[in-house]
Structure formats: structure tokens, C-alpha cells
């Protein structure tokens, strides 16, 4: 559906399931009005301003990539087939570009990409060779219910953002 946008030495990979719907038609990534990612990536500090969905290309400017467990793939986490989803794929990516650090947005890409159900958000004991792995909740309007942007504030911290604003 969307390329990938990577380059090596990233201070962050931000991950998602797959494209939603809206993305898919418009060719832009966290394209649906409901969706928090562009807001949470400026309010949090990972951009010096609020991005819009047409300017996702753009993020690599501020040091940050953005890839999918589904490639291929669009819909919402009820619509997409995760027996197709390739997280070694992932894996290889992250080895070749070896960013400081993949973060999922939102558990179930985690899910996918670890192999397990059962993840907990924030930083994981698990890496990529020497990419360290996080888990933010999904920014997704579909996921309300589970949205803390403190975790989103802890991720902008470890990838450097304190270090920058001094």
C-alpha cells in the first residue's frame, strides 16, 4: 500500500499494523482525521511542528522512519489478515538500517512482530541487534480507550528529544 520511509541510522522506527483505509485511499500515512499520530508526534517533541499525513516523507528530516508488520495491507487490526503479516521482514529492516529504536504503535503490531499476545507497554527487554524495542499505545481513533500519551512522552525522551531542547 505505502513504501516504507527509511534510511540508515534513524533515531527511531515507529511501526505500525497496517495502513487504515483512509491512508490507503489517499496514499499517506495516519491519514484519518480521528487519527492522533501527526498531533502526538509534534506535541511530544519528535517535530519541531505538526506534520500533516501528505508530509510523511518528511519525517526523516526529524530523524524518524515508518514501516508496517502488514504490508500490503489496509483496514483496521479486525480487518487485516495477520497470518500474511511479515515480521521478519521487519526484522531485516532493522538490522540493515539499525535504528536507536523501533517503536510499535500499538500493542498488536508489537503482538505480530514478537510473536506474542502478551506485551506490555514502554521499553522491552527484547532488541534488534543493538535496536531497542518499544511498545506506545496505538494512536489510532479506534483505540481510545487504551491512549496515554505519557508512554508517546517516554519514547520522545528516549530517543533524544530532552538532549536536543538543552
Known amino acids: 500500500m505505502l513504501d516504507d520511509v527509511l534510511a540508515p541510522n534513524l533515531r ?11 491512508s490507503a485511499a489517499k496514499g499517506e500515512y495516519y491519514a484519518s482525521p480521528r487519527n492522533k499520530f501527526w498531533r502526538t508526534l509534534h506535541e511530544v517533541g519528535l517535530t519541531a511542528r505538526r506534520l500533516a499525513p501528505r508530509e510523511f ?7 524518524i522512519g515508518l514501516t508496517d508488520v502488514a504490508k500490503g495491507q489496509a483496514g483496521s487490526d479486525a480487518g487485516v489478515n495477520f497470518s500474511r503479516a511479515r515480521p521478519n521482514d521487519v526484522r531485516a529492516k532493522v538490522l540493515r538500517f539499525a535504528p536507536a529504536i523501533l517503536a ?4 498488536k503490531a508489537a503482538g505480530v512482530f514478537l510473536g506474542s499476545p502478551n506485551v506490555r507497554y514502554g521499553l522491552q527487554l527484547a532488541s534488534v541487534g543493538a535496536t531497542r524495542l518499544f511498545v506506545a499505545p496505538s494512536t489510532s481513533g479506534a483505540a481510545n480507550g487504551h491512549w496515554d500519551i505519557e508512554c508517546w512522552r517516554e519514547l520522545a525522551r528516549l530517543a533524544g528529544v530532552e538532549a536536543e531542547r538543552n
Do not use: S
Open 57 to 63: 516523507r518528511d519525517l526523516l528530516t526529524f530523524g
Open 12 to 22: 527511531l522506527v515507529i511501526c505500525g499494523t497496517a495502513v487504515g483505509e483512509t
Open 104 to 107: 510499535f504503535n500499538g500493542k
